[in-house]
């Protein structure tokens, strides 16, 4: 009995498992798909050319090249226009003075 128990137990947790690496069900817009295909086209990659014998080679080169777009415009590196200052701003002996002298 305490055998069954401890089957249903491992049965029942591999089961739990499973649904969570489960796909989601966020499904994909024909607008996604369609601006997908023009970011591929613009990569240099062209829709039913008829040259099946370099598909792998020919799709796989234009998804390298939209990465390296999309890598060169993260948030890492790069100038940064402007300006800071440290420290606490200047204030005149008058005005000091106006203010915590009674």
Avoid: C
């Amino acid at each position: 009995m305490k055998s069954l128990i401890k089957a249903v137990v491992i049965v029942a947790s591999l089961a739990a498992s499973a649904a969570v690496f489960a796909q989601s069900n966020s499904r994909i817009t024909r607008e996604q798909v369609r601006a997908e295909l023009v970011q591929l086209q613009q990569a240099g990659y062209r829709v039913g050319d008829g040259d099946e014998a370099h598909y792998p080679d020919a799709i796989q080169a234009a998804q390298a090249r939209i990465a390296a777009q999309n890598s060169s415009m993260s948030g890492y590196g790069g100038s940064v226009a402007g300006a800071s200052q440290s420290g606490r701003p200047a204030v005149s002996s008058a005005d000091w003075n106006a203010m915590y002298s009674r």
